[in-house]
């Protein structure tokens, strides 16, 4: 299967955005933690139909004119995981939930800790929103991307939603 790849600047830092042929198989923020390495076989594409649609739709993102994304997505992770992070694209743009509760939307309630660990190896960061996800006392906790960025991330959505919690952006 043939992987391609580009790097793109946002917000947050520099984008590793990676595709197959149909969909997104991951987004790294560059300076954080579980960055694959680019490989030698990977192929750079900055005009591959996947990825510009991605590109697009982060863009769109960041300017406040995307609460929710469109783009095909492929992670790769074990059954558990792929759980945690389809209960990660329900939490609606602009909200938290604490791990706790992400438990209990899997139908896990015990598993607080396996998923605060699956969100740690979500693989399409932003595109899968586990930034929205905080300690049950409210407090900023881990993300992959660093701290800095989630906040970054929530104050993004925050300035984006209106008094009555709906979204501002434009379509």
């Known amino acids: 299967m043939k992987i391609f790849y580009l790097h793109h600047p946002c917000p947050v830092g520099e984008l590793l955005i990676v595709s197959n042929d149909q969909a997104i198989t991951a987004v790294h923020i560059t300076h954080g933690k579980y960055v694959p390495t680019v490989e030698s076989g990977w192929t750079p594409t900055p005009n591959h139909p996947v990825l ?7 863009d769109d993102y960041f300017n406040g004119r995307l609460q ?12 558990f995981q792929k759980s945690a ?34 969100n740690g190896k979500n693989p399409i960061s932003i595109i899968v929103p586990c930034h929205r996800v905080i300690g049950g006392d409210g407090s900023m906790t881990g993300f992959a991307g660093g701290l800095d960025a989630k906040r970054t991330l929530l104050g993004l959505e925050a300035r984006h939603r209106t008094a009555s919690g709906q979204f501002s952006g434009l379509f």
């Open 52 to 58: 510009k649609q991605a590109q697009r739709e982060l």
């Open 68 to 79: 929710s994304f469109g783009v095909a997505i492929d992670p790769v992770g074990t059954t």
């Open 85 to 118: 992070w389809a209960a990660l694209t329900q939490i609606p743009f602009g909200e938290t939930r604490t791990y706790a509760e992400q438990a209990v939307a899997i139908g896990r309630p015990r598993a607080t800790r396996a998923v605060g660990a699956a």
